[in-house]
């Protein structure tokens, strides 16, 4: 934007924020960049105080700003891009970003296959080859760029696997596969995963501070360790937080 512009029509904060999430998308503006305040916002769109607030409230519910008192408002967004071509590590690639992270423990407790959400049974039958009387760890955690909320895990365990999980084991970098591989030795992990984008239940909404129905994306994954189906876990990230690039090739037609 440059020059003034007059924005009419009853949705007037929607031009404003989606303005200045195209410039965010596009990387017009990048992370650590100062988003114009509230006053410059009225000058440059003819709008009122109350429909600039508005736009710069629900970027940063959305993740993509963070305001602060005095200062102003400041881009939050780092998107992670990453190429599938094996295991990654969240906190490896926002660090690489100079992006701080750490994980909240939300729940961590020991049940039966049986008593998992409904829909999780389901995925520990299909993947893990468990029975209702098995036991699981049950892990739920939140993950945090910049103290911003941008992921939430669901992770269970067989208990056969690893019999002395803790919840101190999880808390820290939250690294599932360091505790596997080096705690219980099992060696490197390798996985297959499987990608679904959808809206935020309300659950998923109130952890990520988003709107009920906002876009996410849920990465299901089954990990592997000495061929044994070691860990059923799915993330689930905000927006678009995550940009996944496959390389093809051709394929010849036989």
């Known amino acids: 934007y ?17 303005t200045i999430k195209e410039q965010l998308l596009s990387g017009v503006l990048k992370y650590g960049d100062k988003v114009p305040s509230e ?12 429909s600039a607030k508005r736009a710069l409230d629900e970027l940063a519910y959305e993740g993509y700003i963070v305001r602060q008192r005095g200062r102003g408002s400041f881009v ?11 295991i990654y590590s969240l906190k490896d690639e926002l660090q690489k970003k100079g992006v701080s992270y750490h994980t909240e423990l939300l729940d961590f407790k020991e049940i039966h296959v049986e008593n998992a959400d409904p829909m999780d049974e389901v995925g520990l039958y299909r993947y893990m080859f468990l029975e209702k009387t098995d036991r699981v760890y049950y892990i739920q955690c939140l993950r945090y760029a910049d103290d911003v909320a941008i992921a939430t895990d669901k992770v269970y365990i067989p208990v056969k696997y690893c019999p002395s999980i803790t919840g101190e084991d999880i808390k820290g970098d939250g690294s599932i596969y360091r505790i ?25 909404a109130e952890l ?28 689930v990230y905000k927006g678009e937080i995550l ?12």
Do not use: W
């Not at 020059?3 to 904060?13: A, C, D, H, I, Q």
């Not at 940009?243 to 036989?254: A, F, G, M, P, R």
């Open 243 to 254: 940009h996944l690039s496959v390389n093809l090739d051709y394929k010849e037609e036989s």
């Open 39 to 50: 006053a410059e916002l009225c000058e440059q769109y003819d709008v009122s105080r109350i």
């Open 2 to 18: 440059k020059g003034g512009r007059v924005v009419s029509g009853p949705l007037k904060y929607l031009v404003i924020k989606n």
């Open 208 to 235: 990520l501070q988003i709107a009920t129905g906002s876009p996410v994306l849920k990465i299901l994954r089954v990990s592997y360790a000495q061929g044994k189906p070691m860990i059923y876990s799915f993330r």
């Open 76 to 86: 939050s967004y780092a998107p992670i891009e990453h190429l599938i071509d094996g």
């Open 180 to 204: 596997i591989e080096e705690k219980y030795q099992y060696g490197k992990i390798r996985a297959q995963e499987h990608y679904y984008a959808r809206a935020a239940n309300p659950q998923e």
